[in-house]
């Protein structure tokens, strides 16, 4: 059974970082391509970054571009997505997502709520 479990969400002022962290299991985490996906309140799910198998590949979405960095460890199973000099758009609940085919978003964790705020 596929687990992915986020972690590091929060509340943070504007301006500040944040570092999401997502426990996988329950597949061959190294065979799979990974990303993270967010959604606000009312709006759709919005993919905010992806990566490869190894870290060769990655994708940025426009709205964090610069400000993101999305990693992995396979010895651990673990995925991360930092986020720099957040803004109040980014206040969204963020997914962990095993990326399927055609970018599409596959099983995905119970999320883990970030809100940008002063």
């Known amino acids: 059974e596929v687990q992915l479990v986020e972690s590091g969400g929060g509340l943070v002022q504007p301006g500040d970082s944040l570092r999401l962290s997502c426990a996988a299991s329950g597949f061959p985490f190294y065979k799979e391509a990974m990303g993270w996906v967010r959604q606000a309140p009312g709006k759709e799910f919005e993919w905010v970054s992806r990566?490869?198998?190894?870290?060769?590949?990655?994708y940025y979405a426009d709205s964090v571009k610069g400000r993101a960095t999305i990693s992995r460890n396979n010895a651990q199973n673990q995925l991360y997505l930092q986020l720099g000099s957040a803004q109040p758009e980014d206040t969204a609940t963020y997914y962990c997502?095993?990326?399927?085919?055609?970018?599409?978003?596959?099983?995905r964790g119970q999320g883990t709520q970030v809100t940008v705020s002063s």
């Open positions: 990566i490869g198998t190894s870290d060769t590949y990655t």
């Open positions: 997502t095993i990326v399927r085919p055609n970018a599409n978003m596959g099983e």
